[in-house]
Each structure stands twice: as C-alpha cells, then as structure tokens.
C-alpha cells in the first residue's frame, strides 16, 4: 500500500501516482528532507509557496557542480561536434549570498549526477510589496536543501530576521527541463544497454545553458550498428509514451519482502555517506527500468520527444569496437537535441562551404581530398628523400674535411630533411664531417655529424659557441654518436653566417 504526504501540493499534469511513498509518513517532520522534497514528488510544478525555517550568511566561493561533464582534452567527438551556448560575460552578481533552508521547495539540489536548480525566491515585507531574490543554486547538505540566494545592497527585506516567514520558490523551468529530460533520458539508455550486457559505469551532463552532448560511460566502445540499435529501442519507448514512477522507502526500516530487501541493502552502500535516515528512491520506467535515484524523473517518457546516439569512434562500417575498455558513449535528448543537432546541421554546411561542394557529397568529398592528401605527402616524402640524396652527394664531391652546406628553402627547414643529407655524405665521406645550417624563421637549425664522434662534437662545440656569443640561450641542442643538433633562436644575418665561416676556417687550419 501507498501513503499521502499532506499537505497536498499543487496539483498539475502529473498523475497522483507518481511518487508512491511505501512507509507511514505521520512521523516525518514539515521539513522536507531531499528525498521527499516537492520537486521530486511533482517534477512538474515550478512554483510552490511554503515557510522559510533558516537563514545565514552564506560562504561566496563559487561551488563546483558535481555532475558537470569534465571533459577530457580530446577526447570527445561530442568536444568537436558541439560547443556550449554558455553566455560569456556575463555581469558578476552584487549584494550578498545567503543561504535560506525552506519547509519544501521546487528546487532541485543537485543529485545522482543531476546539476541543482536555479530559480527565484519571492518574499513580501511587513507593508506587502513583493521582493524577488535570485536562487543561484542549491546544495544537499546531509538531509537538507539549503538554496544559495542573492540578496542585493539595501534591500527591504532582511535575510536575518527571514525565519518563518513564507516564501514562494520559483525554479528556473528551462533549465530543470533539460536536466530532467537528460536525466530520464540517460536511466532509459542506460537500461536498453544494460539488457544487452553493457551496464552504465558513470555518467555525466554539463550544466544548462549547453549543448554539449552528456554521456552514459560503459565498459567497452560501441559498434555504429549497436549505437543506432540502441538508439532505435529508445525511441521506440519513448513513441510508446512509458509511464515513470517513483517507490520510495525508509532508509533503515526493515524489509519483509524477501527481493525487496536485498535491493535495499544493495542500494544502502550507493547513498552518500552524509545522507542518514533518509528515503530510498526506486525510479521505474514501465517494463523497462529500475533504479535508485535521487534526482527529478519526468512522469512519462513523452517528454524526451527524442534520443540521439552520437555515432562511437569506431570505424562507421566495423563489426567489432574499437575500444575494450571502459568508453564513454554520447547521447542527446529533448531540446538539448534539438540545439546540438541544429548546431551539427550548421557545422556541416560551413564544412561544405570550405570543401566548396553540398553537404550530400561531402563524404565523398572529403574522402577524395583525404586519399589525395595522402599520396602526395608520399610523393612529397620521397621527393624530399632525392633532393637530400643529391645535397649530400653534391657536398661529398667537395675536397675539404669539413664540408658546410647551407639552406633556405622552408620545405626543408627540418631536422629530418638536414638528417638525411647528413647520412648521405656520410655514407660517401666516413673520416670527414658535414656542416648544415638552414635558416628561415627563427629559429634557424644547425646539425654537425661524421663517423668521427670527436671531430663533429669538437666542431659542434665551437659553433655552439661562436652562434650564441654572449647569449649562451641563444643556442639550445646536443647530441651524441657523432650527429649534435641545435636550435639556434634570434635572426640569422650576415654575423651569424660570418661566425660559421669562422669556425670552418679554424677548423680547417
Ligand atoms: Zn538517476
């Protein structure tokens, strides 16, 4: 049997069944504790008019929401699919920070990876006008939700003296909306994976206002064909309009029911450490899902409208994915769907644009460019490859023991390039030692190298120090076996070409 919480809230489009509380709540104090709060009993009622209890000065360090999305650096192909429509700039609130504790509220405190709610607190003063107060987020703190609110300079209403006052909290609609669609959205992917032997390790959301797609993060990659699967089941479900409920029961009171009780039990070591004679909290997608959860479920699957499965980074035809260990797999619903797939429909064309080709052949497009990219790094490889054969055999022919070849061709200003000249005079001149320098942008290159290890580090030594002159930074680079490298930073003129010239000459004599 099932419980009625009085007082009644508000009623809206929820069904009276949505949260079914399974223990006698006569005992449980007017406060709401997180777990039994108005927001997660309607989801969707967005104003609630209740007493508030306490007040203090609240600490104004920023908080760290703990169900953003940490993305690491490339990581994501949803990093590069999507960008967050945060706004920038945006002014630094003035007055105090306070945190205000309420007998109930609509408020989300932030929960089971869900981000917190913001919204508004509205309060009257002792002559009746309406004060409006920003709620710039809300914590859990142990059994209770504590609002943050902005109270400007010079208010009318002092925050010390608030204590049982009544106050109508108000949330931020859109934003709860999307974090409750994606919340819902991600318990509905995560028990079609489930069924098919992959269980949800973590996952993540960022924040409203974004874009950014969240992730459901399992323990190997995904195939195309099993993320499009997936996503279709969803979908299918979701068409189908499945009824969400919650069961909530005591934490700690004893469970008669056989099955019931050892999910309690399994679900006891998942609650926060701090969070102690609470309630559990079962979310139950109709023939579909159950889980504890703390956050805001929608009362139906309608309100997704829509999942996307972002394809894995598996190739798009592989039978088998590319990953075996745990990888994160990204989806978007409801309207932040919407926004991303906009955005991705956007990015697409611009990629057209730049290819100069429409978006229907840019596959195609860019395959060709890639293929011929590809072969013409090979045939500039190996032309490369001939040219330093021909610069080294061309040094080789000279008669001096120690041979300088410089250049100034940005094609071959790299290590490589000089390497390889270097190994083909070698070949031709064992006992003697080759000089390069190449100078384009700074820094300028230079690499010694012979078969005679003390001859190129004796040589390498006294440009090293003829190049730097007073600024011994200036020349950064070693090296060993007979080949010694160095960067060499500033400008190359005439000093630093007469300084070379000057150490070939002692070297010389
Ligand atoms: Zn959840």
Redesign the pocket.
Known sequence: MTYDLPPALPATATPADYSRIHFDPSEVPAKRIVGLLACQRDPLLRSLTSRVVVTRPACDAPLAQKGRDRKKKGSSEASSAATSAAPSGAATPTGKLWEVELEDTVIFPEG??QPWDTGVLRVHDANGGEHEFAVEACIRRGLDAVHRVRVPDGSAIDFAQLAGAAATAEVHWDRRLDHMVT?TAQ?LLSAVLDAKGLPTLSWGMGQYPSIDAPYVELPRGLTWAEAQAAEEECNAHIRAGLKVWIDVTMQGVAETDEERKAEVEREFRAIPKDYTGGVIRH?NITGVDR?A?C?TQCPDLTHISFLHVLPPSSPHAATTPSSTTPTRLYFVAGTRAIGHLQHASRELSRAGQAVNVGRNDLFERISKIEANRFEQAEAGKAMKGELARMVGDAAAAQTQPVVHVHRSEKATHDFDFLGSVAASFVDARPSDTIVLTSAVSPPALLLVQSKDNDRAKAAFDALKAALAGDDKARVKGGGARGRYMAKVEGKWGKAEAEAVARVLEELKA
């Open positions: 089971g990876g919340h318990h979310c889980n959860c956050g």
